[in-house]
């Protein structure tokens, strides 16, 4: 057996064999002789998703590459590139992804089964962009769908967390590629609570991180902006912080109580507005090399500033050591059958934790916050679901379970979590 930890740290497997097939022809083969299969990425989820026993595939290698419609509104996409590699292909190609996230080394398949998303009040996640699949089912064949072509499976598929099959090629929406000009500044909280609505939709994107202790916020915007220098990307970027931020992490992990004071330091010290521009591709991702474990709550968009002022007060109260700032954004509501938007339009709130302090309690007690807001958890982020919220949560929970059986009918992709999480 070899083993396996997720980016994290917090979740590791011993599976029986981690494969990288490079051939439809080598994938058949495997999953024909595995009694149970899963897929990974990046190991970006904090939750078990890639946990097994038995075959843990890598698709990286997979042979394909970008084929793009006669509109060049869609393409067809390799679904174990990373976001990283395929959107600086279709950079090349003249096209960019709708929209995405601050991190890109996830795989194209893993972000969309999971329903990751990045941030703008009329933008939807990941999901929402795929609009076909070819998977690689239980019994080694690769099969298509789309809304037209074996729906249901469609329907299920576009987050599906990996139930239904392995994913192969995955068709999505693209548009013209474009530059993003990101702009970031200090503001106080209540001023951003009031106007919230006003200042999402002035810009294309946007979202703020705001300490538990502090009523001030990190508040940053992103908007298309026409190429300044064609294929070089202009910046001018204010003082990397992540050392700071470290440091500061480090000086709270050996003593807790320096938290508060600590986390309004580091708003004194942040320094003046700074901006970049470039790509959209270039310009989305950040760098996040400070090890975290995250829960990320998905709310109704009414529900989303009162539930975090709820959790900052509640953690003020408590006095907790809480190191990361929340990160606020917004999505739209989608109709995904397993999307925590398909409720309607969202607010999400992700709260994390410095990988080396404890964080099980302190997720325990946000969870609680959380749901009070009416939220949904994102899958791949820490939660604590049984199948029972599951099925009350979600309406056509019944309907994605029926899928499972019918495309795996022996529960080859699933693993101990997702069987209990789902009742398979």
Not at 78 to 103: H, R
Not at 249 to 264: E, G, H, V
Request: glycine fraction near 8%; charge should be neutral; include cysteine.
């Amino acid at each position: 057996m070899t083993g396996w930890n997720n980016w994290s740290g917090s979740v590791a497997a011993s599976p029986r064999l981690i494969a990288r097939p490079r051939t439809a022809a080598e994938l058949a083969a495997l999953v024909g002789q595995a009694g149970k299969v899963r897929v990974v990425g990046a190991g970006h989820s904090f939750m078990p998703l890639c946990e097994t026993g038995d075959l843990l595939l890598n698709l990286s290698d997979y042979e394909g590459a970008v084929e793009i419609a006669a509109d060049r509104k869609t393409v067809w996409a390799p679904a174990g590139w990373s976001l990283k590699k395929l959107t600086a292909a279709l950079w090349a190609e003249g096209l960019s992804l709708i929209n995405q996230g601050d991190i890109n080394p996830q795989s194209l398949a893993g972000a969309v089964s999971t329903g990751t998303h990045g941030t703008g009040a009329e933008l939807g996640s990941l999901s929402t962009q795929a609009c076909g699949f070819r998977l690689m089912t239980a019994d080694g064949r690769i099969v298509e769908c789309g809304p037209d072509l074996n729906p249901e499976l469609y329907q299920a598929q576009r987050l599906s967390l990996g139930l239904l099959g392995v994913a192969v090629e995955i068709r999505i929406n693209v548009i013209p590629a474009y530059h993003l000009e990101e702009r970031v500044e200090r503001r106080p909280l209540a001023e951003v609570a009031e106007r919230l609505d006003e200042l999402a939709a002035a810009t294309r994107h946007m979202e703020f991180f705001v300490f538990p202790y502090s009523d001030e916020v990190i508040f940053k915007t992103l908007h298309p902006v026409e190429a300044r220098e064609p294929g070089r990307p202009a910046r001018e970027v204010g003082e990397d912080s992540e050392a700071t931020f470290k440091t500061i992490c480090d000086i709270c992990a050996a003593a807790p109580f320096l938290t508060p004071s600590l986390q309004r330091l580091m708003m004194r010290m942040m320094g003046k507005p700074s901006r970049r521009a470039g790509p959209a591709y270039e310009i989305f991702p950040s760098e996040r090399n400070i090890r975290f474990e995250e829960m990320e709550y998905e709310l109704p968009r009414a529900a989303g500033l009162p539930t975090l002022k709820a959790a900052m007060a509640h953690i003020r109260k408590r006095r907790l050591p809480v190191t990361f700032p929340f990160e606020f954004r917004l999505a739209a509501g989608d109709d995904i059958w397993m999307s925590p938007f398909n409720a309607g339009p969202g607010a999400s709130i992700s709260f994390h934790q410095y990988a080396r302090m404890p964080w099980r309690p302190l997720f325990t007690e946000m969870e609680a916050v959380l749901r009070d807001g009416a939220g949904r958890p994102h899958w791949a982020k820490r939660h604590t679901l049984t199948t029972v919220d599951v099925h009350r949560l979600y309406p056509r929970a019944g309907d994605f379970v029926s899928a499972c059986k019918t495309w795996d009918p022996t529960g080859k992709f699933a693993n101990t979590h997702l069987t209990q999480l789902f009742g398979l």
